[in-house]
């Protein structure tokens, strides 16, 4: 393949250049291979249904700190 053969041609139709980015996009995406997704981290909500390590006081109060993130 030389430097001026193109590495597609539209064979039908006149597509716009926001199609043609959109079809060049598709494809070179398409072309990488596939990483495997990062593991997501705990959000603040889940991470505040867990023990912390802190002990849970009774008393005034003692239902909010129980159930807001620290």
Known sequence: MSAEE?????VRGVPTAEELA???GAIVLRSRP???PAP???SAWARS???AGTTLT???GGW?????PR
């Not at 193109?6 to 539209?10: D, Q, S, T």
């Not at 909010?64 to 807001?68: H, T, Y």
């Open 6 to 10: 193109p590495l597609f041609r539209v």
């Open 22 to 24: 959109a079809l060049v």
């Open 34 to 36: 596939a990483a495997a």
């Open 40 to 42: 997501a981290a705990a």
């Open 49 to 51: 249904a867990r023990p």
């Open 58 to 60: 009774a008393g005034p």
């Open 64 to 68: 909010r700190s129980a159930g807001l």
